[in-house]
Nanobody, 117 residues
Framework: QVQLAESGGGLVQPGGSLRLSCAAS??????????MGWYRQAPGKQRELVAH???????VYADSVNGRFNISRDNAVNTVYLQMNSLEPEDTAVYYC?????????WGQGTQVTVNS
Protein backbone atom coordinates (compact mmCIF):
# COMPACT_ATOMS: atom_id res chain seq x y z
CA GLN A 1 0.00 0.00 0.00
CA VAL A 2 1.22 3.46 -0.92
CA GLN A 3 0.35 6.49 1.18
CA LEU A 4 0.30 10.04 -0.16
CA ALA A 5 0.50 13.06 2.14
CA GLU A 6 -0.14 16.51 0.72
CA SER A 7 0.69 19.68 2.60
CA GLY A 8 1.30 23.38 2.14
CA GLY A 9 -2.16 24.68 1.39
CA GLY A 10 -3.78 27.67 3.03
CA LEU A 11 -5.59 30.94 2.58
CA VAL A 12 -3.93 33.44 0.28
CA GLN A 13 -4.93 36.68 -1.38
CA PRO A 14 -5.22 36.94 -5.17
CA GLY A 15 -1.78 37.35 -6.67
CA GLY A 16 -0.15 35.45 -3.85
CA SER A 17 1.92 32.27 -3.88
CA LEU A 18 1.94 28.89 -2.19
CA ARG A 19 4.18 25.84 -2.43
CA LEU A 20 2.55 22.47 -2.07
CA SER A 21 4.36 19.26 -1.18
CA CYS A 22 3.34 15.65 -1.61
CA ALA A 23 5.30 12.85 0.00
CA ALA A 24 4.83 9.23 -1.03
CA SER A 25 5.56 6.34 1.29
CA UNK A 26 4.90 2.63 1.62
CA UNK A 27 5.27 -0.14 -0.92
CA UNK A 28 6.52 1.56 -4.04
CA UNK A 29 9.22 1.11 -6.60
CA UNK A 30 11.93 3.75 -6.83
CA UNK A 31 9.97 7.02 -6.88
CA UNK A 32 11.94 8.19 -9.89
CA UNK A 33 10.15 5.62 -12.05
CA UNK A 34 6.73 7.20 -11.65
CA UNK A 35 5.13 9.94 -13.69
CA MET A 36 3.51 12.14 -11.04
CA GLY A 37 0.74 14.68 -11.20
CA TRP A 38 -1.01 17.33 -9.20
CA TYR A 39 -4.79 17.31 -9.36
CA ARG A 40 -7.38 19.62 -7.90
CA GLN A 41 -11.06 19.42 -7.13
CA ALA A 42 -13.17 22.51 -6.65
CA PRO A 43 -16.57 22.37 -4.95
CA GLY A 44 -19.15 20.84 -7.26
CA LYS A 45 -16.60 20.02 -9.94
CA GLN A 46 -14.74 16.92 -11.04
CA ARG A 47 -11.15 16.34 -10.12
CA GLU A 48 -8.82 17.66 -12.81
CA LEU A 49 -5.14 17.20 -13.59
CA VAL A 50 -3.36 20.54 -13.50
CA ALA A 51 0.29 19.55 -13.90
CA HIS A 52 2.41 16.48 -14.28
CA UNK A 53 6.07 15.60 -14.34
CA UNK A 54 7.45 12.50 -16.00
CA UNK A 55 10.09 10.17 -14.68
CA UNK A 56 12.49 11.96 -17.00
CA UNK A 57 11.60 15.39 -15.65
CA UNK A 58 9.44 16.67 -18.49
CA UNK A 59 6.52 18.81 -17.38
CA VAL A 60 3.05 19.50 -18.76
CA TYR A 61 0.51 22.01 -17.49
CA ALA A 62 -3.17 22.63 -17.97
CA ASP A 63 -3.88 25.81 -19.90
CA SER A 64 -5.49 27.34 -16.84
CA VAL A 65 -2.25 27.25 -14.83
CA ASN A 66 0.44 27.37 -17.51
CA GLY A 67 2.92 30.11 -16.78
CA ARG A 68 1.82 30.42 -13.15
CA PHE A 69 2.44 26.96 -11.65
CA ASN A 70 5.66 24.95 -11.61
CA ILE A 71 5.86 21.25 -10.78
CA SER A 72 9.10 19.68 -9.59
CA ARG A 73 10.25 16.56 -7.79
CA ASP A 74 12.91 15.33 -5.40
CA ASN A 75 13.25 11.61 -5.90
CA ALA A 76 15.64 11.28 -2.95
CA VAL A 77 12.77 12.05 -0.58
CA ASN A 78 9.90 10.66 -2.66
CA THR A 79 8.32 14.10 -2.95
CA VAL A 80 6.68 16.15 -5.65
CA TYR A 81 6.11 19.89 -5.35
CA LEU A 82 3.81 22.46 -6.88
CA GLN A 83 4.89 26.08 -6.79
CA MET A 84 1.83 28.22 -7.39
CA ASN A 85 2.25 31.89 -8.25
CA SER A 86 -0.18 34.63 -9.26
CA LEU A 87 -2.99 32.74 -7.62
CA GLU A 88 -6.54 33.50 -8.67
CA PRO A 89 -9.87 32.84 -6.93
CA GLU A 90 -10.51 30.17 -9.59
CA ASP A 91 -7.57 28.20 -8.17
CA THR A 92 -9.52 27.57 -4.98
CA ALA A 93 -9.76 23.79 -4.57
CA VAL A 94 -8.46 20.79 -2.69
CA TYR A 95 -5.17 19.75 -4.26
CA TYR A 96 -4.02 16.14 -4.49
CA CYS A 97 -1.10 14.32 -6.00
CA UNK A 98 -0.99 10.86 -7.53
CA UNK A 99 0.74 8.96 -10.25
CA UNK A 100 -0.76 9.56 -13.67
CA UNK A 101 -0.09 6.21 -15.34
CA UNK A 102 -1.96 3.01 -14.59
CA UNK A 103 -4.22 2.63 -11.59
CA UNK A 104 -4.07 5.52 -9.16
CA UNK A 105 -2.72 4.90 -5.68
CA UNK A 106 -5.20 5.51 -2.85
CA TRP A 107 -5.83 9.24 -2.69
CA GLY A 108 -4.44 11.23 0.18
CA GLN A 109 -6.42 13.72 2.20
CA GLY A 110 -5.41 16.57 -0.07
CA THR A 111 -4.54 20.10 0.94
CA GLN A 112 -7.01 22.97 0.77
CA VAL A 113 -6.05 26.07 -1.19
CA THR A 114 -8.31 29.08 -0.83
CA VAL A 115 -7.69 32.25 -2.81
CA ASN A 116 -9.79 35.06 -1.40
CA SER A 117 -9.34 38.69 -0.62
Amino acid sequence: QVQLAESGGGLVQPGGSLRLSCAASGRLLPFSLYDMGWYRQAPGKQRELVAHITSGGSTVYADSVNGRFNISRDNAVNTVYLQMNSLEPEDTAVYYCNKISGTNWPWGQGTQVTVNS
